[in-house]
């Protein structure tokens, strides 16, 4: 999402436009042949991802349908993300590898090969630019972490679960790892030092989908349990101790 504008992903390879606050479709994209998986936005650029194995950047601001393809993964793309200053793409796929890609060129600069399974998980830090986290599915359960300055890999965690869904802290020097299948656990970091502060339980079945609140202090998360649960999980200043956060590691709210 960006601003009032809602991008919306297809089974057919469509991707729609809508205008939330008005209700109405302003655009239409029929650039992938198969269905669309994965979008994201940086401001203006819309950015899709597809099981035909192209990704697409659209500026949404120009009335023509004028667009950019990369095309080096060899299978569905299941991860997308723009770094915070937007010069650098981050492209996960069921190819079980991760391009970083430069945004004016639209070349790849690198191409991360050590995940064993697809990599659905990326979530770039917000306080380095340069940092990139990559999760693997359920043969790789592993969290990678990257320098894309020059395409080092800095430390992993093994985590014992396929990884669906990784989350920096805004506000700490911590991040959120959301899991499938054995546990179905959504797991606190610290980072560097990469050790688990603790772990939030609820969900019956995988967690599929999380997502961190405007302020950073809270997170949504959705399973195939039929549950979206909110959980109070960050303070809102670096100004923390470690004794206060874990009273706000609560669920808060559940809809079914």
């Not at 697409?56 to 004028?66: G, P, Y």
């Amino acid at each position: 999402m960006w601003g009032n504008y809602l991008a919306v992903g297809l089974s057919n390879g469509v991707v729609e436009i809508w205008d939330i606050e008005k209700g109405i479709k302003i655009r239409k994209y029929k650039n992938h042949k198969l269905r669309v998986g994965t979008l994201c936005w940086y401001y203006g650029t819309l950015t899709s991802g597809s099981r035909d194995t192209t990704i697409i950047n659209c500026d949404i601001r120009s009335k023509e349908n004028s667009y950019t393809q990369l095309t080096q993964h060899k299978s569905e793309i299941c991860g997308l993300q723009w770094n915070f200053n937007g010069n650098q793409l981050a492209s996960g796929s069921n190819d079980n590898s991760i391009y970083i890609w430069e945004k004016y060129t639209n070349n790849s600069l690198f191409h991360f090969t050590k995940h064993k399974a697809a990599v659905k998980a990326i979530s770039w830090c917000p306080h380095k630019n340069n940092l990139l986290a990559s999760g693997g599915g359920s043969t790789d359960k592993k969290i990678f972490f990257w320098n894309t300055d020059n395409g080092k890999c800095i430390n992993k965690i093994n985590t014992n679960s396929q990884v669906s869904n990784i989350l920096w802290s805004k506000n700490t020097h911590e991040f959120i790892s959301t899991h499938s299948y054995s546990n179905s656990q959504i797991i606190i970091w610290s980072y560097p030092e990469l050790k688990k502060i603790t772990a939030l339980t609820g969900h019956k079945l995988r967690v599929l989908y999380a997502s961190l609140s405007p302020d950073g202090t809270s997170i949504a998360s959705g399973s195939p349990d039929e549950t979206i649960r909110f959980w109070n999980v960050f303070p809102k200043s670096n100004n923390y101790n470690f004794d206060l956060l874990f009273p706000l590691t609560n669920c808060y709210e559940m809809i079914r």
